[in-house]
């Protein structure tokens, strides 16, 4: 309850009393009396001896008091009566009867003020105990609401604490796929120098392995030479040895014949000198038999008998003799026939003897040979099982080396794709138009212009994103420095190898199927034609265009391994006082009317327009040379070759995979546009002032594009210039765009540098919307 608010309750009376006031106690310090002396109490005494009563009056009231004596309360209960001593009694007592009146008054007064205090105090207390209730609830609803509060703050907390997880998980998230791109880079790195050397090993061991394949197939052939003389000589060995053995037969048949022959000749000569013996055993019997005849006449019957029967004998003797010698005649005609063939065969079986000799010499030899020869087949079978192991062995080395250059070449196209994956997300985190600022070295090298005081900040967050410009200014004599901060700043020493590292990414995701801008920005000179072009001839000074063509190439190659097929097509135009200039045509640049279309899927067109095949490296090289010429240049006070229209170089590559279907359509874009300069600088008159209004009209068109982008206005004012128009779709949000700010490090530039700088800043600002790749 409102303190204010209270009711104090009134005491009873017909007046209102007034609570005497802090005003009411101090004017009695504010006027100058005498301290009040205490009354004596003998005085006191004195002073209250009542007169005799007097007829009831009025009493009266202290407001009658005061305002008749004008004292306060305190005056008048400090009041002190003095007298003089010549004073009547009676004057005394009159004086001591008003001022006790007065103090009755004042008595009065207070008593009613005590208890109007006093019921002050009670309704007060009342009061107070009702507002301690009240505060008490209030202190409970102010208990419950802290407890809901609390609650809620908790309740907050574990959401802020949460959130704070979150983010924390974010940040840890983002740090770890920071992490793991810096891991997927290096174990890119580390697999790709692994590929590499696989591969190395791989061509090695094919090699290895065609020499070795070489070496057994001619050892093969030479092993199946080896055999078929081989068996070829077993088949003769087999067909002399047949010869042999049946020689050796007929001969062993001739002599076993022989020696059954000669056997029996034997046997019939026994037979013969037996059958001799018993005839001359038997003519002597019979000259005996005769002399016996003679010799005994008795005996001479018998002996006729035994005559007749040794006649008979000896005619069957004779019969067998002749029969024998028949027998002889034959068998020695048939002897000598056999001796005959005998002899035909000893010759034989002596030539065959010989010829056998010679043949088992022939065999001899050939067995000589074949030994060597099986020697020869077995040292050659183990060197082939040898080479066909180690063959073996690079056979399953080469399957693992493949199998590892699989998975390595599969660990590249993971790691690849996480990095692309990775490198969009970035991009799109960064916003979609990033700027690199570049300074370039003062011209020539060394030359005694003065340097605008340019700094880099060497250390945190802005190293290699800063940039420090001082500006000299007119109005004090202390020039004044201006910040920048950019995606990138390239120092006057940086060389395109290093530009051209920070762009690489974009020009793979034109491979990819993002739509790819970049263009440079700057002021006349300041090195925009040097950082696109560049020297054609010289290999470490070329371009941002042609090494961008080169990765391209490289890149396109290495993805034909899996499937993918590309097609090229350039073109290059400028467009010099608002006209558009084919750059690559047959006729001069500016004899057709180049008409820019867009189609609702944001592909562009310009009417009659060239575009070269560009399949074959070095064909950008030889384009890019006849656009230079082509190209409107001109002396103007800052450059002697400056060029005095925008170039635009674009790289259409359509990517089509037969193995999955796959399509993308990507562009590059890479744009070199006029120098920015303003006319009162550039000193320009006639033909060269109608150049530089026109590139400084398209040049603000550019930035009136941007800054309706940055500012997300319904209308963006794409149509106000050819170069925004041709540009709709690279600006519009569908593309990857960055800008390059060339800066020129003279001091007189300075006023130039921080106009492009502070333009550039604004574009860095710009976020134009999500990239989109154009995959089917
Ligand atoms: N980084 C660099 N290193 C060495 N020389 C450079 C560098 N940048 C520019 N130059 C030289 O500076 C001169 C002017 O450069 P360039 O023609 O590229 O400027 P620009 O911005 O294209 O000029 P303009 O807008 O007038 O065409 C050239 O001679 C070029 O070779």
């Given at each position: 309850m409102d303190r204010r608010t209270t009711r104090?309750?009134?005491?009873?009376?017909?007046?209102?009393?007034?609570?005497?006031?802090?005003?009411d106690l101090n004017t009695t310090r504010k006027r100058k009396i005498s301290p009040l002396?205490?009354?004596?109490?003998?005085?006191?005494?004195?002073?209250?001896?009542?007169?005799p009563e007097a007829p009831a009056q009025v009493e009266d009231t202290w407001e009658a008091i005061s305002e008749e004596t004008g004292w306060t309360l305190k005056e008048c209960l400090n009041h002190k009566l003095l007298f003089k001593k010549r004073d009547a009694d009676k004057a005394k007592n009159q004086v001591m009867g008003q001022h006790l009146r007065r103090l009755r008054a004042a008595g009065r007064h207070l008593l009613t003020e005590k208890e109007r205090l006093e019921l002050d105090v009670e309704s007060l207390q009342s009061c107070l105990a009702t507002e301690e209730a009240a505060r008490a609830a209030e202190a409970q609803d102010h208990v419950a609401v802290a407890d809901a509060l609390q609650r809620s703050i908790a309740d907050l907390q574990e959401r802020l604490s949460g959130q704070e997880q979150q983010t924390a998980q974010q940040l840890a998230g983002k740090e770890a796929a920071a992490e793991e791109l810096r891991l997927c880079q290096s174990q890119v790195q580390a697999a790709q120098g692994n590929a590499q050397r696989l591969q190395h090993e791989l061509a090695c061991s094919k090699e290895l392995a065609a020499d070795y394949q070489k070496q057994v197939v001619s050892l093969t052939e030479l092993h199946q030479h080896a055999q078929k003389y081989n068996s070829q000589l077993q088949e003769y060995n087999n067909s002399l040895q047949g010869e042999v053995a049946a020689s050796a037969a007929s001969l062993a048949k001739l002599?076993?014949?022989k020696n059954s022959w000669a056997q029996d000749m034997a046997e019939m000569r026994g037979t013969l000198t037996a059958l001799e013996a018993n005839m001359h055993a038997a003519q002597t019997s019979a000259a005996n038999a005769e002399a016996a005849r003679h010799n005994a006449a008795g005996d001479a019957a018998r002996l006729r008998s035994e005559l007749s029967c040794l006649t008979k004998e000896r005619d069957q003797l004779l019969l067998d003799l002749a029969q024998l010698k028949e027998e002889v005649a034959r068998y020695k005609a048939c002897t000598g026939q056999t001796v005959e063939i005998l002899e035909r065969e000893k010759e034989l079986k002596a030539q065959l003897q010989s010829q056998n000799q010679a043949q088992a010499e022939v065999q001899a030899g050939l067995l000589v040979e074949l030994a060597v020869l099986r020697e020869h087949k077995a040292l050659s079978e183990r060197l082939a099982a040898q080479q066909g192991g180690e063959a073996g062995q690079l056979r399953s080395r080469l399957a693992q080396v493949e199998a590892l250059l699989a998975a390595a070449?599969?660990?590249?196209?993971?790691?690849?794709?996480?990095?692309?994956?990775?490198?969009?997300?970035?991009?799109?985190?960064?916003?979609?138009?990033?700027?690199?600022?570049?300074?370039?070295?003062?011209?020539?090298a060394g030359s005694a212009c003065a340097v605008a005081q340019i700094q880099y900040p060497t250390s945190g967050d802005l190293k290699g994103r800063g940039i420090e410009l001082q500006v000299a200014t007119v109005q004090s004599q202390q020039p004044q420095t201006y910040d920048f901060a950019f995606d990138r700043v390239f120092g006057c020493a940086a060389k395109q190898e290093e530009v051209f590292e920070e762009i690489s990414q974009l020009v793979q995701s034109a491979l990819d199927g993002y739509k790819v801008c970049i263009f440079a920005y700057g002021q006349t000179g300041s090195g925009k034609t040097h950082t696109l072009v560049g020297m054609l001839g010289s290999a470490d000074e070329r371009g941002m265009i042609?090494?961008?063509?080169?990765?391209?190439?490289?890149?396109?190659?290495?993805?034909?391994?899996?499937?993918?097929?590309?097609?090229?097509?350039?073109?290059?135009?400028?467009?010099?006082?608002?006209?558009?200039?084919?750059?690559?045509?047959?006729?001069?640049?500016?004899?057709?009317?180049?008409?820019?279309?867009?189609?609702?899927k944001g592909n562009t067109s310009v009417a009659f327009l060239e575009s070269v095949d560009v399949r074959r490296p070095g064909k950008v090289g030889e384009l890019l040379a006849k656009a230079m010429k082509q190209r409107a240049v001109g002396a103007t006070a800052a450059n002697a070759h400056?060029?005095?229209?925008?170039?635009?170089?674009?790289?259409?590559?359509?990517?089509?995979?037969?193995?999955?279907?796959?399509?993308?359509?990507?562009?590059?874009?890479?744009?070199?546009l006029a120098g920015s300069e303003r006319l009162s600088k550039s000193q320009a008159s006639g033909e060269r002032l109608k150049e530089t209004q026109n590139i400084n009209k398209s040049l603000s068109a550019l930035g009136d594009v941007i800054m309706a982008l940055a500012g997300k206005e319904p209308h963006v004012p794409y149509r106000n210039s050819k170069l925004t128009y041709l540009l709709q779709p690279c600006l519009g949000g569908d593309a990857k765009t960055l800008m390059f700010v060339n800066v020129a490090p003279e001091a007189e530039a300075a006023q130039e540098s921080l106009c492009s700088l502070r333009f550039a800043a604004k574009v860095n600002a710009c976020e134009i919307g999500t990239a989109r790749r154009n995959v089917k």
């Open positions: 104090i309750p009134q005491p009873p009376g017909n007046h209102t009393l007034m609570p005497l006031t802090e005003n002396k205490p009354i004596p109490e003998n005085k006191l005494q004195r002073g209250t001896q009542r007169p002599q076993a014949d070449e599969q660990q590249v196209q993971e790691g690849e794709r996480t990095r692309r994956k990775l490198h969009n997300t970035i991009l799109e985190l960064k916003g979609n138009i990033r700027v690199f600022c570049r300074v370039r070295p003062l011209l020539p042609p090494r961008a063509m080169d990765q391209v190439f490289v890149e396109a190659k290495a993805l034909e391994s899996q499937g993918w097929n590309f097609e090229m097509r350039a073109s290059m135009l400028e467009i010099y006082n608002e006209e558009i200039r084919d750059l690559l045509g047959k006729g001069p640049p500016a004899s057709k009317k180049h008409q820019v279309s867009h189609d609702d400056s060029s005095r229209s925008h170039m635009v170089f674009q790289l259409t590559i359509a990517a089509t995979n037969a193995a999955t279907g796959q399509q993308a359509t990507g562009t590059l874009n890479l744009i070199d």
